[in-house]
Each structure stands twice: as structure tokens, then as C-alpha cells.
């Protein structure tokens, strides 16, 4: 079986046993790592000429589906052997986040974009049709992204795990929006900051929202009426968190990385200062992960995911230098299964980490 590490795409999985293939979306395409009796090893590269962002394989057709920075989406039934672009109706080809979820035995896939628009396919890709329902909400026009070109995107995308025709969408910077009907209509959530990055949903409490902003975690018992704030700054564990994964079997064991300081300061500093940290309790309480791990990274995870595969739990974590960090045994110890990778990174993000 094969998993996948990428920005915009999926990132928690539950599987029969421990996957042997990792599919790392990087800034020169998908480099496939494969787990033998040896660890870890690079075995071979596809669209190395495009800067990934998602990677999103449908459950019920089996094809990949990737999306990639300025350069659209892209599909293989074949494990990656052969691609075709699948963009008839995608007006916007700047693609940042994937998924799919099924209702009434049809598949819907959702692709967000940069500007912040949501299309919809229900033919596996080979249509897209824009959700415009997205772009009606109030908040619109203030809408916008700190650094040029000052533009707001559609990071993250996610479902009710009990009613998959609830979509939530993540803008950055716009704020976390809902859709009770499949994408015809949305909602504002109020309560959290604006730069809204992720979504985590309790998988057997749907009510039980985790929303990751640039300035912290927020925390929802009642399905998005109230948000509590969480890991408010200045925080141990980083300020600018985004990565955000919990264990399906376990959903009290959840994961979080985040930088230090915040994009804005990359630039100057070179330094993202990032850290993973670990809670056993549902968000209440965290603690900052080492063991194998280089204490606050200079380069920023990018990419953060996790199989639950029986009673083992994996986390895998990659960086805008290149480097793939693993746990298997729930983030107790790590180690780099790959290092000289191309940037794995949002968009820019690796430019402002690289030295002067």
C-alpha cells in the first residue's frame, strides 16, 4: 500500500498493516520512497517538472490525483507510471488542496485553488465545475494573503466523517468555512483567527473541531458554535503552527508542528525554528518531541502525516530542506529515512528559508 506526505493533500490514514511505499510531493515533483529490510530508500521520481501541493489517492477507483502550483492537476491509474492532465473546467490552475468523499454511491472530488475558489468533479476529474457559493460569504473582500501577490487561497478541505455531504474549507487568510449541501451554499465559523490553515475533525464526534491558524489552535465542542483558543502565543511549541494530524483509532493522540516564528520573518532570519509536538489528551495538553529530532529546525514541515496501521502508529514529517523525518512507535523516537530532497513546501516557502 502506499501513503502519501504532501502540503494540500491527504494526511491521516488507517491501514491493515504499515505501508511500504511514501509518495513525497516536493518542489520538483513526487519522489517515491520505498521501506525495505534496510529502512528507507529513494526509489524513483515522477512529474519532476512540477512543484507539488496535494496528493490524493481516490479510495474507490484507486487513481492518484495530484495537484501542483501554477501548473493544475494531474491523475494516474497506473501507480504513477503515466499522467494526464485532467483540467477541463479548473479556470484556476494554481491548485493547493484535494479530497474526495462519497454520498449516495457517487464520488464528488473538491480541488481549492489560489485565488480562493472550490471546484467540484463528480466524473473522477474528467469535468470541474466552480462551487461560487464559496465566494459569497461575507467576509470576501477582505480576503487576502500578507505577501504578494496579496491574493488568499483555499489551503485545506475536509468532511463530517459521519455526513460527507458537510465540507469545510480552509481559507488563508479568509477565515473557516462550511457547507452543509455539497458546496451550493456556505457558512462562515466564527471565533478563530482569520488565517485559517486546517481542519481536524474528531472521527467519532463530529462535533469536535480543530482548527490551525498562523496564531494558534482552536478547539470546538459544539460543532463550531464556540471555539476556544489554544497554544496562544507565545508558545513553546512554535507560533505558527500548520501541520495537524490525530490517530483515527485513538483520536486522543493527535500531532502538531509548527514554526517558531512566522513567514513574515523568514526572510530576515533565514529560521523557521520548527518543532512537533505531541497530545495523549485530545489538544488539552502538549509536549514538544525530540528524541531524534534536531531541537527547533532551521528549515519548516511542510508536510505532516500519519497511518494507523493495527496497534503501530507512524508519523512522517518533511521539511523545505529536503529531509523526511519518521517515527514508528507514535512519535516516541525518529529518525531521517531521506535527506536531499528537493524543497518539500508551500509554494515559496523554501526561497525564504534558503541562505543568504
Request: overall charge negative.
Amino acid at each position: 500500500m502506499s501513503i502519501a506526505l504532501s502540503h494540500g493533500g491527504t494526511t491521516i490514514y488507517s491501514s491493515p498493516s504499515r505501508s511500504d511505499e511514501l509518495w513525497v510531493g516536493t518542489h520538483k515533483g513526487i519522489a517515491v520512497l520505498e521501506r525495505g529490510s534496510g529502512g528507507w530508500r529513494v526509489a524513483r521520481h515522477m512529474l519532476e517538472d512540477k512543484h507539488i501541493s496535494a496528493i490524493h489517492q481516490e479510495p474507490e477507483s484507486g487513481l492518484f490525483f495530484v495537484g501542483a502550483f501554477h501548473a493544475g492537476l494531474h491523475v494516474s491509474g497506473d501507480h504513477g507510471a503515466t499522467w494526464e492532465a485532467r483540467e477541463n473546467g479548473l479556470t484556476e490552475l494554481d491548485v493547493y488542496s484535494i479530497n474526495s468523499s462519497r454520498s449516495n454511491g457517487r464520488t464528488r472530488l473538491y480541488a481549492g485553488t489560489e485565488p480562493a475558489h472550490l471546484f467540484c468533479s463528480d466524473d473522477l476529474g474528467e469535468h470541474w465545475t466552480e462551487l461560487p457559493a464559496l465566494r459569497s460569504v461575507p467576509s470576501v473582500p477582505n480576503w487576502k494573503f500578507p505577501v504578494p501577490p496579496h491574493i488568499a487561497h483555499a489551503k485545506h478541505i475536509n468532511f463530517d466523517p459521519h455526513d460527507p455531504d458537510t465540507v469545510y474549507v480552509s481559507v488563508e487568510v479568509g477565515g473557516l468555512l462550511r457547507s452543509r449541501d455539497r458546496g451550493e451554499s456556505f457558512e462562515e465559523l466564527l471565533g478563530i483567527y482569520e488565517d485559517a490553515h486546517r481542519l481536524v475533525i474528531h472521527p467519532r464526534d463530529s462535533d469536535r473541531l480543530y482548527e490551525v491558524t498562523g496564531r494558534g489552535l482552536y478547539v470546538s465542542a459544539d460543532g463550531g458554535k464556540n471555539f476556544e483558543e489554544r497554544l496562544v502565543r507565545p508558545c513553546e511549541n512554535g507560533d505558527y503552527p500548520d501541520g495537524c494530524v490525530l490517530n483515527p483509532l485513538n483520536p486522543d493522540m493527535m500531532f502538531l508542528s509548527a514554526a517558531q516564528y512566522n513567514p513574515g520573518q523568514w526572510q530576515r532570519t533565514h529560521f523557521a525554528g520548527a518543532r512537533i509536538s505531541r497530545s495523549l489528551d485530545g489538544g488539552q495538553t502538549w509536549e514538544i518531541l525530540r528524541n531524534g529530532l534536531p531541537d527547533r529546525l532551521q528549515a519548516s514541515i511542510e508536510a505532516l502525516c500519519l497511518e494507523a496501521a493495527g496497534d503501530s502508529v507512524s508519523v512522517f514529517a518533511a521539511t523545505t530542506s529536503g529531509e523526511v523525518y519518521a517515527s514508528d512507535d507514535g512519535g516516541d523516537s525518529w529518525s531521517v529515512i531521506a535527506s536531499g530532497l528537493a524543497p518539500v513546501s508551500k509554494d515559496f516557502h523554501y526561497k525564504d528559508l534558503q541562505a543568504a
